[in-house]
Each structure stands twice: as structure tokens, then as C-alpha cells.
């Protein structure tokens, strides 16, 4: 589904590299899950998928399916199946969260060459989905996030991921900012949406986001590339011994 | 007047403006005319005559040239033919009163009896005694004189041949529309309106220009205790017309006016805003919507003084500027002593399209009351790079992302329509607007 080969990723106007050959390959119907310290460039990395702006590729590829990612405009990247819920989700005042998600899944939809959704069903299947996240009537009303609480938003993006159906689902530090209550309602957003045709990359610090989405691999990332990867079972040993063993195990 | 004073001096250099004026002028005739009406053109005249016409270097006229606003003669502009979209205002059941290149025309408005309204031509006024209208004409201009000059509005007063004076006294059943159409490249419009809404009574007028290649328009409002007034205005797409207008309006007590302007392209427009609050609790919104590409100087200056307690202000003022486009905002709330718990908001927001654009913004607040809530803010900037990020990492295409931040970012100045048809249309014709300027 995702491969990523030797991605060297530096700041635009910086001398600054990031990313420093990274690889990963993820297979449908797979989640991976990638730790690190702060500053290992986890979130780089989501931006760079995405398709941000203000970073360099110098050396490197990412495929989505085999299409070069890194080729794509951000909207075509989305198109293309790709999904990021973003650790900061915006808010923008004047936008209305429902004229969003019908503009954004019609113009995927357009991009795919398939038809417009009609404003009915759109209208059925936005209520359905957010009824399942516990998000109502009033949030789905509001402009994008304006007014929202951490976990509302977080929860908002859960609800634009399960309207878009991507086949690729970056999660970036989903997790950061939930309670356990909120933090149970994303994990079961996401487990809905688990399935064959589908694959996961959850970024997170801690593990405990870990025992609601169970990974199958677990990668962790230091100074701008992975450096071990292992089952469930690595992110159990980072919440109890920390980063600094597995540090100490790799060469500088 | 000491013609020996030092042209380099302040009082030498006032002396040389007066000179200059009245030199100017000199020729001028007043439109014909007897009794009251004739009493108060000449009286503006000797207004203008006693403070000289405006310079660029005036403080006042600093970010806008007002040569080409009182030159002899307009400058051409062509008429600009609009085939890609329905007339403004078209499907709007309106009192419809029409003046082509300044004149009006009667064959093209509806007949002028309407039940709770009173409507009278300027040019029909002769020496008919119409006492609310005669103590209205020029007086509020007039009053606007103070604290800053506006002698190109006195010009108005003085020159004025045609223009409505409208009386509301009950509920009116549909909006008064004052069309202004053109035809003839050369044309100048010089228009005076006179409102007057009594008390308890309401009315919505509409406003839709251009009418000439270049325009004065002064509205004097009145609105008595408990009166409400809705005014939306759209001033066309003609590229190179010049436009000034002054909307003075005095409010009673719990009095409601609530303006909204919108301005697609136009070489040179400014839109002068004075507004009195002087009854308790009155309530006065003005907001504006401009659009520009390229040759575009649209000026928004307004000055609302709250002089009663209780009163609330508004003033959002939205621009969208592309290509050289110039934006200007000069806007002040001055708050009174005895205009406790004033609640006062001016908000005044360019969006740059490219490098080449401006936006040149005064706000000010004055406040003597110890008791009140004014926040101001005003702002220049780029479409938010991490809004555009958001919605283009959902899928929507760049072109489409940015129309939809445009439109939310004027999205606070459509809010004051009051009317939600009005509003959409307005939206509608914007987003059009907006397709036809994209890069």
C-alpha cells in the first residue's frame, strides 16, 4: 500500500535535514504504529506524505500503490486514496464543516471520475457516521473546528476519514489531547474502519492509544529514521523503560 | 483674507485654497429652483466657499486622490454590459425608482404612491413647503462638517438637480430601489436623497449603481424613535467608474439602520459613513464588501458617534484585492461622555492576492465615556497557508479551496444583510465574481 524508500526529507528555507533515510512498507489490511521522542521527525514525516509545503525531498521515494507520491499535488494525493488526521486539526471561521465535507468528498469523487454524491445522501450518511462518533447536529453545523474542544476536533477528523473511506490513514498524534473517554470513541472510529482493502499508520508518543487500535508492527524512529521495528509487543517496552535502552542499542 | 500671508504657511496656503475655490466655482450655476431648496444650495455653496475644495495632501484625503472626484468634467468611462448574470436586485418585489445618467426616468419606475410613503422628486419640489424635508436637506450634511471638512459633500448639497425625498410613516409592504443605469459614457451623476423614517415605522432600500462615469451621491437619514432602516447597496462592475458617496444618518432612540455595501471593480470609489447615535439604545451596523483586479481604489471612510447611552456600532469592512488593487479604511467611533455602556466594534480586513496589492487602514477610536465595550482590529494578509493545507489535504482542489476561504473571510460582512435572499444572491454573485478573477 505505502512504500517509502530511503526518504531524505530537509526544511525548505533551512539547512536543516529531518528525515534521514527513511523506510517503511505497509501492506493492506495492516497497521503499523511508529514511536519516537520528540523530535525524531514524526510529524515531518505526515507532512511530507500529505504533500505540505516549507519541506525539500532530497533523496528518496514514497508510493502510494505504486504512484509516485511526491509527484502529487496535496488534493491529488487525497484523492488518490491518502488520508492525514492532522495533530492540530484548523479551525476556519465562515467555512461550514457540512459545505466542507460534501465539497471535499464530491471533489474526490470528480478526481475519481465517479458522480456527485446527491445533497440527500450525503445528508443520511454524514448524520450516520456522526451519530456513531457522538458528534451532533450543532458541531455538524458550526464552521470547521471553530469553537471546538480538543476532542471534538480530533473526533472531526475521525468523522472526515470515515465519510472519505481512504485507503491509506495517517493518524498523527491522534491521541495527543483526548481523555480515555474520547480517546475509547476515536479508537472504535478507527476500528470500524479497519479492513482488507485498508491500512493504518498511527503515530503516537505513548502506548496506551496502542492498546485501543492494536498495531501488527510497531516501528520506532530516532533522529529521522526508523531505527527497530517489532509486533505489540516493542511499544509495551517503551512505556515501561522509555526511549533511551533502544537509543543505546543503536550505533550513532 | 491676508493676501500678502507666505504661500508656505498654513494660513497662506488655506488663503491660496479659498482663492483657488472660488475661482473654481465662479462659474458655476445652480440647478434652478426657488423657496427653501434654492435657500439651501446656496447656503452649501457658501460652505464649500468657506472651506475650500479638498487637496491630496489633506489629512483626511490622504490615502485617496480626490482630483479626478471634482475635475470639470468626468473622465469617460465605458458603459460596461452585463450579459453573464441577472440584473441586481431583479427578483426583489420593489418600488423601483430609476435614473438613467442622473435623471429620472419615469417611464422606467413604478408610480410613486405606496401605501405608509411619501416620495418626491427633488426636481418636482419648486417652492412646495415639505416641512420634513426642508429641515433635513443639507442640515445633516452640514453637521457633518465637524469634526473633519467634507466639502465635496456640500458640493452635492449645492449642485444637486435630482434625487428622491421619501418619507416613511407606517409599515411599507416592499422595498424602495433606487436604480441608477447608464448609458452614455461621458455621464456624471449628481444625486441628493432625503430620508426620513418616522417613528415605529420601517423600510428597506436598495440601491444599485453604477449610473455615470462618475458619481456623487449624498443620503441624508433621519430616523426617529424606534425606526428602522435596511439599506443594501451593490454599485455594479463597471471597471472605470469614479464614484463618491456620502450616507450621513441620525438615529433616535432605539432607532435601527443597518448598511450594507458591496463593490465589484471601479477605478476610483469612496464611501463616506457618518452616523449619530443620539437616542438611547440605537443600534447601527455598517458593513462592505469590495472586490478588486487590477485598476481598483476603494475607499471606505466612517465616522460613528455614539452621543446617547445604551448604543451599539458595528463596522466590517471586507476587501479582497488583486493584482495592484488598492483597499483603503479610515474608520472611527467616538464615544461621547454621556454615551455610557456603548458597545462599539469596527472590524476592517484586507485580503492581498499578490505583492502588487494595499491596504491602507486608519482606524481610530475617541472615548470619553469610562463605562463602555470598543474593540477595533484591523488586518492585511494572505489566504492562511494552513487552511488552504487543510482543505487541499481533504481533496479539494486549490482554485476551489481558495474561493471557499474567500468567501469565508467576506462571510462576516454578508452576515449584516438581514435578508437571507439578498444575502445568498449577493454570495452568489461574488463567488461568480471570484471565478471570473481567478489566477
Redesign the interface.
Same mark, same amino acid.
Given at each position: 500500500m505505502l512504500e517509502i524508500n530511503n526518504l531524505h526529507v530537509k526544511l525548505e528555507d533551512e539547512d536543516k535535514a529531518i528525515l534521514k533515510g527513511l523506510s517503511l512498507d505497509i501492506q493492506a489490511g495492516s497497521v503499523h504504529a511508529i514511536m519516537g521522542p520528540n523530535g525524531s521527525g514524526k510529524s515531518t514525516l505526515s507532512y511530507v506524505l500529505?504533500? /505540505?509545503?516549507g519541506y525539500q525531498v532530497t533523496d528518496g521515494t514514497a508510493r502510494l500503490e505504486g504512484e509516485d507520491l511526491l509527484e502529487m =499535488? @496535496? =488534493?491529488e /494525493?487525497?484523492?488518490a486514496g491518502l488520508f +492525514?488526521a %492532522?495533530q492540530y @486539526?484548523?479551525e476556519? @471561521?465562515?467555512?461550514g464543516n457540512m459545505? %466542507?465535507l460534501r465539497?471535499?468528498?464530491n471533489? $474526490?469523487r470528480k478526481?475519481r471520475g465517479e458522480a456527485e454524491l446527491s445533497s440527500g445522501d450525503f445528508l443520511k450518511l454524514v448524520r450516520s457516521k456522526a451519530k456513531d462518533l457522538k458528534i451532533d447536529a450543532d458541531m455538524l453545523k458550526r464552521?470547521?473546528n471553530v469553537g471546538f474542544s480538543g476532542g471534538e476536533k480530533k473526533r472531526n477528523e475521525i468523522l $472526515?476519514m470515515a465519510m +472519505?473511506e481512504p485507503r491509506m490513514c495517517i493518524l498523527d498524534e491522534t491521541d495527543s489531547g483526548l481523555d480515555v473517554d474520547a480517546m475509547k470513541l476515536v479508537a472504535e472510529g478507527v476500528n470500524a474502519l479497519r479492513s482488507e482493502g485498508r491500512a493504518f499508520l498511527v503515530i503516537t508518543h505513548y502506548q496506551r492509544l496502542l492498546d485501543h487500535i492494536k498495531p501488527d508492527v510497531v516501528h520506532i524512529m530516532a533522529d529521522g529514521r526508523i531505527i527497530k521495528t517489532g509486533g505489540p509487543e516493542l511499544a509495551l517496552e517503551v512505556e515501561n523503560n522509555g526511549y533511551a535502552d533502544i537509543l543505546a542499542e543503536v550505533p550513532a | 483674507m491676508n493676501a500678502a500671508a507666505a504661500p508656505n504657511t498654513r494660513a497662506g496656503r488655506m488663503a491660496a485654497r479659498l482663492a483657488a475655490t472660488e475661482d473654481r466655482l465662479s462659474g458655476l450655476v445652480l440647478p434652478a429652483g426657488a423657496g427653501w431648496l434654492a435657500r439651501a444650495r446656496e447656503a452649501a455653496l457658501a460652505r464649500v466657499k468657506s472651506m475650500g475644495l479638498p487637496g491630496k495632501r489633506d489629512e483626511y484625503w490622504r490615502f485617496t486622490d480626490p482630483a479626478d472626484l471634482m475635475s470639470d468634467a468626468p473622465k469617460p468611462a465605458e458603459v460596461f454590459q452585463i450579459t453573464d448574470e441577472p440584473a441586481m436586485f431583479m427578483g426583489v418585489d420593489r418600488l423601483k425608482i430609476v435614473f438613467i445618467d442622473g435623471v429620472f426616468s419615469a417611464k422606467d419606475s413604478d408610480p410613486l404612491d405606496e401605501e405608509g410613503l411619501e416620495v418626491i422628486r427633488l426636481s418636482d419640489v419648486a417652492a412646495t413647503d415639505i416641512h420634513w424635508a426642508q429641515e433635513l436637506y443639507g442640515t445633516l450634511e452640514a453637521e457633518a462638517q465637524t469634526p473633519v471638512q467634507r466639502p465635496l459633500a456640500a458640493l452635492n448639497t449645492a449642485r444637486a438637480a435630482d434625487g428622491v425625498l421619501i418619507r416613511v410613516t407606517g409599515q411599507v409592504s416592499r422595498p424602495v430601489s433606487l436604480v441608477y443605469q447608464r448609458q452614455r459614457d461621458d455621464a456624471e451623476l449628481i444625486l441628493h436623497h432625503v430620508i426620513r423614517v418616522e417613528s415605529g415605522a420601517q423600510l428597506t432600500l436598495l440601491e444599485n449603481g453604477p449610473g455615470a462615469a462618475r458619481c456623487s451621491i449624498v443620503t441624508e437619514i433621519d430616523l426617529a424613535d424606534d425606526a428602522h432602516l435596511h439599506h443594501v447597496r451593490a454599485m455594479g462592475r463597471d471597471h472605470q467608474r469614479r464614484a463618491l458617496t456620502h450616507v450621513f444618518a441620525r438615529l433616535g432612540a432605539r432607532a435601527r439602520f443597518k448598511s450594507f455595501t458591496l463593490a465589484m471593480n471601479g477605478a476610483l470609489v469612496r464611501n463616506e459613513a457618518m452616523v449619530w447615535l443620539n437616542g438611547a439604545n440605537g443600534v447601527a451596523h455598517l458593513a462592505g464588501a469590495a472586490l478588486g483586479d487590477g485598476v481598483f481604489h476603494h475607499d471606505d471612510t466612517v465616522f460613528v458617534t455614539h452621543a446617547a447611552p445604551g448604543c451599539e456600532s458595528r463596522q466590517v469592512f471586507k476587501k479582497v484585492l488583486h493584482h495592484g488593487a488598492v483597499g483603503v479604511f479610515q474608520g472611527k467611533i467616538l464615544v461621547e461622555q454621556p454615551a455610557q455602556l456603548t458597545d462599539g466594534y469596527q472590524l476592517s480586513q484586507s485580503l492581498l492576492m499578490d505583492d502588487a496589492c494595499q491596504f491602507l487602514a486608519k482606524p481610530e477610536l475617541e472615548i470619553y465615556a469610562d463605562d463602555v465595550k470598543c474593540s477595533h482590529g484591523s488586518t492585511s494578509g494572505e489566504i492562511d497557508a494552513d487552511h488552504l493545507f487543510y482543505l487541499r489535504a481533504r481533496g479539494v482542489p486549490e482554485d476551489v479551496a481558495k474561493q471557499l476561504l474567500i468567501l469565508a473571510f467576506l462571510a462576516e460582512a454578508l452576515d449584516e444583510i438581514e435578508d437571507h435572499h439578498l444575502a445568498e444572491d449577493m454570495r452568489l454573485r461574488l463567488k461568480r465574481w471570484l471565478n471570473r478573477h481567478a489566477d
Open positions: 500529505a504533500g /505540505r509545503g =499535488e @496535496p =488534493e /494525493r487525497a484523492a +492525514l %492532522f @486539526p484548523v476556519i @471561521p465562515g467555512v459545505t %466542507f465539497t471535499a468528498m471533489a $474526490q478526481a464552521p470547521v $472526515q +472519505l | -
